[in-house]
């Protein structure tokens, strides 16, 4: 790994050596002070160097942290103050999270304007929060609050990609390019979705270990995602299957529950919850095993 002498903030350690982070990664330079290809192994394991490793984790932990907070925001829907924004904008792990992410700012009450979103590039104290809008220009926002708008709310997503791919933007928290999905007309009156049902896994602990991966927890042989919208709290549950974990396992319907654990008919679902819940079982269904033709003829 090339290092970048300006950016290590070099801390003294044992026999004269210096030690740092990059990229997250432990370094360190010796006595005549020549970067290594490698820390020595008695380095890594001294107290210095242990404390380094120690900071470099809980780094990691806190952008993931953040990326998860910015999510979660998106997913309530929620009404951010500005002042929280000026406040946490200085620290990098939360620029990282929440540079180019589609904003729209919202008035003292709340209300969205969702005609002025645009892509968030800049925050400052006095300005407010800038804003790369659909004509490429720079707009400046000193609205009270802000909302992080799920990409099914956002009027003209495919203007804000196309704009986000000029100018090689990528999201850290997937928004613009996330997917989305819709009722049918059939689906409305319907309490369950069988679309991604009948996916095979050859152990369940195979499709746990893809519910880990995605991030959903798996309560009573259900894979979950909660939503707050619209003021309801409701949960996407996914069926993976609750039997041994070294035994075979088919995914069931994805159906959606209120705090009082009744089923919810999908015309009665907001739009971000709905899509929230078919992101998840598609994704999940994504990852089953599927024969090739030699062994469905056998």
Request: glycine share 8%.
């Amino acid at each position: 790994m090339a290092v970048k002498e300006d950016d290590v903030a070099w801390v003294e350690a044992e026999k004269d050596y210096a030690v740092g982070l990059a990229d997250g990664k432990l370094v360190c330079r010796n006595p005549k002070g020549k970067t290594l290809a490698s820390v020595p192994k008695w380095l890594k394991e001294s107290e210095t160097g242990e404390s380094l490793k120690a900071l470099a984790e809980w780094l990691s932990d806190h952008e993931l942290e953040c990326q998860h907070t910015v999510e979660r925001w998106m997913l309530g829907s929620l009404v951010i103050p500005r002042d929280v924004l000026s406040e946490v904008w200085p620290d990098p792990a939360w620029q990282l999270a929440l540079r180019d992410m589609v904003i729209a700012p919202a008035n003292a009450a709340g209300k969205v304007d969702y005609e002025k979103t645009g892509l968030l590039r800049d925050v400052d104290a006095k300005r407010g929060m800038g804003v790369i809008d659909l004509d490429g220009e720079t707009q400046w926002h000193r609205a009270a609050s802000f909302t992080v708008p799920h990409p099914i709310l956002i009027a003209d997503l495919d203007e804000l990609r196309e704009l986000a791919g000029d100018l090689s933007i990528r999201q850290v928290v997937d928004q613009l390019y996330r997917p989305v999905a819709q009722p049918t007309a059939e689906q409305k009156v319907l309490k369950q979705i069988n679309d991604y049902a009948g996916g095979k896994f050859e152990q369940l602990n195979f499709a746990l270990s893809v519910c880990r991966r995605l991030g959903y927890p798996v309560r009573g042989g259900y894979a979950t995602c909660r939503v707050f919208e619209n003021g309801q709290s409701v949960q996407a549950r996914y069926y993976v299957g609750d039997e041994y974990p070294e035994s075979e396992t088919w995914t069931g319907a994805l159906v959606f529950v209120d705090e009082s654990e009744h089923a919810i008919a999908i015309g009665d679902l907001g739009a971000v919850t709905f899509s929230e819940g078919v992101r998840m079982a598609s994704a999940i269904y994504a990852k089953r095993k599927v024969e090739d033709d030699s062994e469905a003829a056998s």
